[in-house]
Protein backbone atom coordinates (compact mmCIF):
# COMPACT_ATOMS: atom_id res chain seq x y z
CA UNK A 1 0.00 0.00 0.00
CA UNK A 2 1.45 3.30 -1.06
CA UNK A 3 2.66 5.34 2.19
CA UNK A 4 3.13 8.57 0.70
CA UNK A 5 2.40 11.40 -1.82
CA UNK A 6 5.01 10.40 -4.46
CA UNK A 7 3.55 6.76 -4.14
CA UNK A 8 0.28 7.94 -5.18
CA UNK A 9 0.70 9.41 -7.96
CA UNK A 10 1.04 8.33 -11.44
CA UNK A 11 3.57 9.98 -13.88
CA UNK A 12 1.17 11.96 -15.35
CA UNK A 13 0.39 13.80 -11.72
CA UNK A 14 3.98 13.62 -10.79
CA UNK A 15 4.81 16.01 -14.39
CA UNK A 16 1.29 18.21 -13.76
CA UNK A 17 2.80 18.70 -10.19
CA UNK A 18 6.27 20.08 -11.65
CA UNK A 19 4.42 22.35 -13.76
CA UNK A 20 2.34 23.62 -11.24
CA UNK A 21 5.22 24.71 -9.15
CA UNK A 22 6.87 26.25 -12.15
CA UNK A 23 4.14 28.10 -12.06
CA UNK A 24 4.34 29.46 -8.87
CA UNK A 25 8.25 30.62 -9.30
CA UNK A 26 8.94 30.02 -12.99
CA UNK A 27 12.61 29.54 -14.09
CA UNK A 28 14.70 32.51 -15.18
CA UNK A 29 17.89 33.13 -15.18
CA UNK A 30 17.94 30.56 -12.12
CA UNK A 31 15.48 26.85 -11.59
CA UNK A 32 12.42 27.90 -10.84
CA UNK A 33 10.24 25.55 -7.98
CA UNK A 34 10.29 22.50 -10.53
CA UNK A 35 13.27 20.95 -10.34
CA UNK A 36 14.00 17.78 -8.86
CA UNK A 37 15.44 19.04 -5.58
CA UNK A 38 11.65 21.12 -4.97
CA UNK A 39 9.88 18.05 -5.62
CA UNK A 40 11.69 16.15 -3.37
CA UNK A 41 11.84 18.84 -0.61
CA UNK A 42 7.65 18.93 -1.06
CA UNK A 43 6.94 15.24 -1.04
CA UNK A 44 8.96 15.34 1.92
CA UNK A 45 6.61 17.74 3.57
CA UNK A 46 3.40 16.77 2.39
CA UNK A 47 4.41 13.42 4.19
CA UNK A 48 5.28 15.01 7.22
CA UNK A 49 2.39 16.26 7.24
CA UNK A 50 0.12 12.69 6.83
CA UNK A 51 -2.68 11.83 5.40
CA UNK A 52 -4.88 14.68 4.75
CA UNK A 53 -2.61 16.57 3.11
CA UNK A 54 -2.03 13.65 1.03
CA UNK A 55 -5.40 13.66 0.25
CA UNK A 56 -5.72 16.71 -0.32
CA UNK A 57 -3.61 16.82 -3.16
CA UNK A 58 -4.12 13.32 -4.26
CA UNK A 59 -7.79 14.74 -5.26
CA UNK A 60 -7.33 18.22 -6.16
CA UNK A 61 -3.95 18.18 -8.18
CA UNK A 62 -5.06 16.43 -11.51
CA UNK A 63 -7.23 19.51 -12.33
CA UNK A 64 -5.45 22.08 -11.23
CA UNK A 65 -4.89 24.75 -13.49
CA UNK A 66 -2.52 28.36 -13.52
CA UNK A 67 -5.84 29.96 -13.08
CA UNK A 68 -6.88 27.98 -10.11
CA UNK A 69 -3.96 29.65 -8.18
CA UNK A 70 -5.13 33.07 -8.11
CA UNK A 71 -8.30 31.72 -6.58
CA UNK A 72 -8.47 31.76 -3.33
CA UNK A 73 -10.97 29.70 -2.63
CA UNK A 74 -9.79 26.81 -4.48
CA UNK A 75 -9.20 23.84 -2.30
CA UNK A 76 -5.28 23.36 -2.89
CA UNK A 77 -4.35 26.79 -3.78
CA UNK A 78 -3.31 28.35 -0.88
CA UNK A 79 -1.64 25.41 1.05
CA UNK A 80 0.23 24.79 -2.66
CA UNK A 81 1.75 28.08 -2.93
CA UNK A 82 2.67 28.20 0.33
CA UNK A 83 3.95 24.85 0.22
CA UNK A 84 5.77 25.75 -2.73
CA UNK A 85 7.59 28.78 -1.16
CA UNK A 86 8.45 27.17 1.63
CA UNK A 87 10.30 24.13 -0.10
CA UNK A 88 11.90 26.69 -2.57
CA UNK A 89 13.13 29.07 -0.21
CA UNK A 90 13.88 26.88 2.56
CA UNK A 91 16.90 24.50 1.11
CA UNK A 92 20.12 25.18 -0.52
CA UNK A 93 19.75 22.58 -3.64
CA UNK A 94 16.82 24.35 -4.70
CA UNK A 95 18.70 27.21 -6.24
CA UNK A 96 16.75 29.78 -5.06
CA UNK A 97 19.63 31.11 -2.22
CA UNK A 98 22.17 32.00 -4.68
CA UNK A 99 19.11 33.56 -6.44
CA UNK A 100 18.92 35.79 -3.73
CA UNK A 101 22.17 36.44 -2.98
CA UNK A 102 22.57 34.01 0.70
CA UNK A 103 26.04 32.30 0.60
CA UNK A 104 26.52 29.62 3.21
CA UNK A 105 29.94 29.63 4.87
CA UNK A 106 31.32 26.83 6.80
Known amino acids: MP ?3 RERLTSDEVE ?3 KAMEWVIPSDESPGAGTYACMNHLFELIDAFGEPATALYKENLR ?15 TTFINHVRDVYYGYPDTGAWEDIGFEVIG
Open 3 to 5: TGL
Open 16 to 18: CLR
Open 63 to 77: NLNEADLADPNHPLA
